[in-house]
């Protein structure tokens, strides 16, 4: 099984920061990494797939990027609305979400 | 516009049943593979099975194969997950989700808003 690792849990920081969160897959997956971000009490929302393809209506300040068996997911300046819990998820063989990164506010 | 609503979760007793359904509407449903990913209070999020837009391929995380059972009725426009021998560990928040692609069976592009399920003597 792959397993995804995911750091770090928490993340605290302020309206304008940039942000990084960072995904290690167990296995290569080649470029089969998604994000998902989601609120409290919401469903995931899809944000970036193929680990660098944004998905259609998500702001340009969210980017993934990858490197081996490690993606990144990047905020450039973090805005109020994207204070929220992120996952990756790996689906090349199954699926297999990472831990989660709880950003909030510093 | 897209929609997913889950509905039959409840509390229900270990080691009996309890079925799920997922009611979609907004796109063509006989085209897109089709998914159940939970996520227990408090807790990240686990995939549990996924089946192709035709029903022919399905597929399952090691913790419930054996027990849960994804199937979908296309004239109803509706996915379920029949979960058999349920366990407390089983508690969770069931999510439906459709495929980001027509024909495919690859990856969560919407989500529905989820059905609790708590398993409890």
């Known amino acids: 099984d792959i397993q995804m690792t995911q750091s770090p849990s928490t993340l605290s920081a302020s309206v304008g920061d940039r942000v990084t969160i960072t995904c290690r897959a167990s296995q290569s997956i080649s470029s089969w990494l998604a994000w998902y971000q989601q609120k409290p009490g919401k469903a995931p929302k899809l944000l970036i797939y193929k680990a660098s393809t944004l998905e259609s209506g998500v702001p340009s300040r969210f980017s993934g990027s990858e490197s081996g068996t490690e993606f990144t997911l990047t905020i450039s300046s973090l805005q109020p609305d994207d204070f929220a819990t992120y996952y990756c998820?790996?689906?090349?063989?199954?699926?297999?979400f990472g831990q989660g990164t709880k950003v909030e506010i510093k | 516009q897209v929609q997913l609503v889950e509905s039959g979760g409840r509390v229900v007793q270990p080691g009996r049943s309890l079925r799920l359904s997922c009611a979609a509407s907004?796109?063509?449903?006989?085209?897109?593979?089709m998914h159940w990913v939970r996520q227990a209070p408090g807790k990240g999020l686990e995939w549990v099975a996924s089946t192709s837009y035709d029903g022919s391929n399905k597929y399952y995380a090691d913790s419930v194969k054996g027990r849960f059972t994804i199937s979908r009725d296309d004239s109803k426009n509706t996915l379920y997950l029949q979960m058999d021998s349920l366990r407390a560990e089983d508690t969770a928040l069931y999510y439906c989700?459709?495929?980001?692609?027509?024909?495919?069976?690859?990856?969560?592009?919407?989500w529905g808003q989820g059905t609790l399920v708590t398993v409890s003597s």
């Open positions: 998820q790996q689906y090349n063989d199954y699926w297999t």
């Open positions: 907004g796109f063509t449903f006989s085209y897109y593979g």
């Open positions: 989700a459709k495929d980001t692609e027509t024909f495919s069976t690859l990856l969560a592009g919407y």
